[in-house]
């Protein structure tokens, strides 16, 4: 049974996925996605333009043999900026976050200067023992 361009663009995934360091596989492969097919022209959506060029300049070639090889056609493949599509994405993460139940936030209280200054007493301080006996010498203190 011959594959849908869909298939077959999951295929290439799944290649690259094996076939790639997996760093830039996640940084530059993982979000695309088939756009469009048309007349053996397969339309891959990217984030941005940055993941285009990349994708462009590394990786047209190798996507392009290993689609005539599925597909077994000729084809050519093109990388276009897809945003509507990360659109969709970002609501679909959004729907799944309702599903989630919320946590529950933290309660912060307010103080107000007024209350700053009877809680942090400036004028008071705390000497740590271990800590003074050490710079006695260097304060010139006596014992006593």
């Not at 053996?40 to 990786?59: H, K, M, Q, T």
């Not at 090889?69 to 990360?86: C, H, K, R, W, Y």
């Not at 946590?103 to 007024?114: F, G, M, N």
């Amino acid at each position: 049974m011959p594959f849908n361009p869909e298939q077959a663009w999951q295929s290439v995934l799944g290649q690259l996925q094996m076939e790639m360091p997996k760093a830039s596989f996640d940084t530059w492969v993982r979000d695309t996605h088939l756009v469009k097919c048309e007349d053996d022209s397969f339309s891959i959506g990217v984030r941005n333009s940055y993941a285009r060029e990349w994708l462009e300049s590394r990786l047209t070639s190798t996507v392009t043999r290993m689609l005539m090889g599925i597909m077994n056609q000729e084809v050519s493949v093109t990388f276009v900026v897809d945003e509507p599509a990360l659109d969709e994405e970002i609501e679909q993460e959004d729907e799944q976050d309702e599903d989630k139940p919320q946590e529950e936030l933290a309660q912060v209280e307010v103080i107000h200067k007024l209350r700053y200054d009877e809680i942090v007493l400036p004028e008071r301080v705390v000497a740590n023992p271990g800590y003074f006996s050490r710079l006695v010498p260097e304060i010139g203190a006596r014992n006593a």
